[in-house]
């Protein structure tokens, strides 16, 4: 058995606070109504004598660069934990605050009042999770949801092709010797994107977690897939997507509580316990830059490229450099392990790491940064917001090339097939 402590927290703003995630809110100013609130979640995982790894789970859009490093650093200094062995993941629902300082405005204007007691309150999770820590076995069981749908192919209306998606949903629970579960992942693919209204919303995950944490386990944590190009299955047949509120996040939430209970009704023993820690840098090629007289030239443009051009003449640093995608193995048994990427990444990125790992590997995007769109060779050519217009947004300082498709799927391949020695970390860097 290992070692398992939890927390739960809440992270909506104490005031009005610009919403992330659209950039047709970014004239609304702050919201501050709040439908639903906000968490984080908290599970630290390991033995008894060695350094435990910290999971942290929130109802983020995901997680800023800075603020990832300075919880790093906190944790090092504060609980003695490696830096490497915290993980920091978000759900990635387009309803909650703006934690990344280098993108465009208009995708959500950062608080800094806010990071501060997001990073306050995430170490105290943290200390309290450290100090109800008990022995645990890991179940894993699985069901297929029918709740999504390439959402590139649906907004399109069927111009562009309907390449597979992962429908898979995995439950995981921690169980104590009495057989009662502690805690719980439930692992799917699928953009938190039922609301767009000006208001705080963890999305359908939080409706999930809260409908489990009555009956399955007292903390639920939701995982998030490789969902670059799947949305809720709300499209009407001409590629409009019908927008929800209260209700139909309810909704949505209810019905993967139903698959998601079928799952933890199959659970199995996932094998002999087996904590550890891999990462990987990997650097991502991008395509030629702009010099800095277009630069100029773009910057006068009051779009998402003005802002883009601005954001990259205020920080020539990040314009010059190769953008870093952050990876990380976590093995929580020797039949399961997670997979987290500091990026957007597509379906296709995510059922290769389950296919390459013999399909004991959850993969998962927007953990421990953000970085762009993990697209796929063929998404280039067809063009659209993914791989054309996001990166703008987000501040990367050009497109991402096409080789970069090889370069992730090479690198998740290495990662996830390499045995684990913990507290490791190395870097793969394009010739």
């Not at 047949?237 to 309810?250: N, Q, T």
């Not at 703008?392 to 290495?414: C, D």
């Amino acid at each position: 058995m290992i070692l398992l402590g939890t927390h739960r927290a809440e992270i909506t703003p104490p005031g009005p606070t610009y919403l992330a995630g659209y950039a047709s809110r970014s004239a609304l100013g702050p919201a501050e109504t709040v439908l639903a609130p906000l968490q984080l979640r908290t599970f630290v995982l390991g033995g008894r004598d060695e350094p435990p790894v910290v999971i942290v789970g929130a109802d983020l859009l995901w997680w800023g660069e800075e603020l990832v490093q300075a919880l790093r650093t906190a944790v090092r200094a504060d609980f003695g934990i490696p830096e490497q062995n915290l993980v920091l993941h978000a759900t990635h629902t387009h309803s909650g605050p703006q934690t990344c300082r280098y993108m465009a405005p208009s995708l959500g204007k950062v608080d800094p009042n806010y990071l501060d007691h997001l990073r306050r309150t995430t170490l105290a999770s943290i200390e309290a999770a450290l100090g109800e820590r008990s022995p645990v076995r890991v179940e894993i069981g699985r069901a297929t949801a029918d709740v999504s749908v390439n959402r590139r192919w649906a907004r399109t209306a069927g111009a562009l092709p309907n390449t597979p998606i992962d429908p898979e949903l995995t439950a995981v629970r921690f169980v104590d010797e009495s057989g009662r579960s502690r805690a719980a992942f439930v692992h799917f693919a699928c953009h938190p994107v039922v609301h767009h209204g000006h208001a705080f919303s963890p999305d359908f995950p939080g409706a999930l977690t809260t409908e489990l944490e009555s009956d399955i386990a007292p903390v639920v944590m939701y995982l998030q897939g490789c969902c670059g190009d799947v949305n809720p299955d709300m499209y009407t047949p001409d590629g409009l997507f019908r927008d929800g509120a209260e209700p139909e996040i309810e909704r949505m939430g209810q019905d993967l509580a139903r698959t998601a209970r079928t799952a933890f009704g199959a659970a199995h023993d996932a094998g002999p316990p087996r904590i550890g820690v891999s990462r990987a840098q990997v650097d991502l090629p991008v395509q030629d830059r702009v010099d800095t007289s277009e630069l100029r030239r773009l910057a006068a443009s009051e779009d998402y490229v003005g802002e883009w051009a601005r954001l990259m003449l205020d920080h020539p640093d990040r314009f010059a450099r190769t953008p870093v995608l952050d990876m990380v193995r976590v093995d929580l048994s020797e039949r399961l392990r997670l997979l987290g990427m500091a990026g957007e990444p597509f379906s296709r990125y995510g059922l290769h790491a389950k296919r390459v790992s013999g399909h004991t590997c959850l993969p998962m995007g927007y953990t421990d940064g953000m970085t762009t769109y993990l697209v796929g060779a063929p998404h280039h050519a067809e063009g659209g917001y993914e791989p054309d217009e996001a990166p703008y947004y987000l501040g990367m300082p050009a497109r991402l090339a096409m080789s970069a498709e090889r370069v992730v799927l090479e690198a998740i391949t290495e990662l996830v097939a390499e045995p684990v020695h913990a507290r490791t970390a190395r870097s793969v860097t394009n010739p």
